[in-house]
């Protein structure tokens, strides 16, 4: 009797096993044809020289474009201006979205109005704001009229290597803060109102509350909101593209490293190098996120 029970449990578990697998077997086919497939085929083209004209031919360099990353001048004006791009973004958006999200959690009138005025450079096409700021940057534009008109020095925001990727940076802070904004507002009204209250009955004022309860309560979102910042501007491309024309100027003061994939795929059809400095980027996103998950992710890794 127990060796038949003991079948009859081992065809049972065989029979869920089968079923899990069947379940799970839709979402398995998309991550493979469109995540691992693709990752493969980007780690053998990183190994090759591709010909492309006059049919594909492939021809195996082993690190050979690995090697060119080191010696090439341009992908290290690439990471500085990502670099740079990264570290005056990030910060400020999620401090500007931690302030936007604590005033509309504080009780102001017409909360519901201001978070649809804030949210919509969020929900409104990336092109199209680019396209609207290179207006507004433009040498006689709103920008440098306000400049002007407040005493203050005007810029050539398009053509001044100095400021160029300053112009973007503003522009992306103004337009992703709203975002994280939210993400933000929906933890603060998550944290229990009693622990304010039981702060408050200790003399904590509002200030020490915000400082000792709502930071470190934050904490793993303030996480999230960088890693996803991180990732998001080490992927700056389309508003690089459209301010420069896809050249990265003035000056290569705008070239990010994503752009720098895009001219050497689909300018200089060197797709193994493409896909070299592709995985470049991957590594210092990783290498970044890893960081700040040990800095704001509480557990360690």
Do not use: C, H
Not at 45 to 52: E, F
Not at 55 to 67: A, K, M, Q, V
Not at 72 to 97: F, G, H, S
């Amino acid at each position: 009797m127990f060796e038949i029970n003991r079948q009859r449990n081992y065809r049972w578990n065989i029979t869920e096993d089968l079923a899990g697998y069947m379940f799970m077997m839709p979402a398995i086919l998309v991550i493979g044809t469109f995540v691992v497939l693709p990752i493969l085929f980007a780690v053998f083209l990183s190994l090759q020289k591709v010909q492309l004209l006059g049919g594909i031919d492939y021809e195996f360099i082993g690190l050979g474009n690995f090697r060119r990353l080191v010696e090439d001048q341009r992908i290290w004006i690439a990471l500085r201006n990502t670099a740079e791009y990264v570290a005056i973004v990030v910060p400020a958006q999620t401090i500007l979205a931690l302030i936007l999200a604590v005033t509309l959690n504080s009780g102001i009138r017409g909360k519901n109005w201001w978070r649809i005025l804030y949210f919509l450079p969020t929900v409104t096409s990336s092109a199209v704001l680019t396209l609207i700021f290179m207006w507004i940057y433009n040498t006689e534009g709103l920008l440098n009229d306000f400049l002007a008109f407040v005493g203050l020095p005007t810029y050539n925001w398009l053509g001044d290597p100095a400021v160029a990727l300053k112009g973007i940076m503003m522009m992306n802070i103004w337009s992703t803060a709203p975002f994280f904004m939210v993400i933000y507002l929906a933890a603060l009204q998550d944290i229990p109102q009693t622990v304010y209250e039981a702060a408050e009955l200790d003399g904590a004022n509002e200030w020490r509350q915000f400082i000792y309860i709502t930071i470190p309560l934050l904490k793993p979102v303030t996480f999230f909101v960088i890693a996803m910042g991180i990732i998001g501007t080490f992927q700056l491309f389309d508003q690089s593209y459209i301010f420069s024309g896809g050249t990265g100027g003035p000056n290569n003061a705008t070239l990010s490293v994503v752009l720098l994939v895009y001219q050497a795929v689909f300018r200089n059809l060197q797709m193994g190098y493409g896909a070299a400095i592709a995985f470049l980027l991957a590594a210092v996103i990783i290498t970044l996120t890893v960081i700040a998950r040990r800095l704001f992710g509480g557990e360690q890794i």
